[in-house]
């Protein structure tokens, strides 16, 4: 599977920028998504997933600015980004991990690091 992120820019408080990530490879197998941004000096973190029965997850920071979407040939996974404020800086990754169809179990991010595949991340730098 390969995963290829656009979309990272440098904006202001507030932006609103939506990152699209284009999936390639994928055929025939069900697969949970997620955006993991990374800080300088951090580890990486999920703010938001799409699971097997296509449900989705925001983490608390992000819940009511992000919104996690996939097109309906599954090609192309986007993260619309509103209200962006400075910690919200960082490398964003797209990842993707088989899991089970019709399931709403996530994973931890451990799991996704050994077993899923990545994107090579674009860059959100919020300014005030």
């Known amino acids: 599977v390969r995963l290829v992120e656009s979309g990272g820019d440098s904006v202001q408080s507030g932006g609103t920028p939506r990152l699209p990530c284009v999936a390639s490879?994928?055929?025939?197998?069900?697969?949970?998504m997620a955006w993991f941004p990374q800080a300088s000096g951090t580890q990486r973190e999920q703010v938001s997933s799409i699971l097997g029965d296509g449900s989705t997850t925001y983490a608390d920071p992000v819940k009511g600015r992000f919104t996690i979407s996939q097109d309906a040939s599954k090609t192309t996974l986007s993260l619309q980004m509103n209200d962006l404020k400075s910690a919200d800086t960082a490398m964003y990754y797209c990842?993707?991990?088989?899991?089970?169809?019709?399931?709403?179990?996530?994973?931890?991010?451990?799991?996704?690091?050994?077993?899923?595949?990545w994107g090579q991340g674009t860059q959100v730098t919020v300014s005030s």
């Open positions: 990842a993707a991990v088989i899991c089970l169809p019709g399931s709403n179990t996530n994973y931890d991010v451990g799991k996704w690091i050994d077993f899923g595949f």
């Open positions: 490879g994928h055929r025939d197998r069900s697969y949970c």
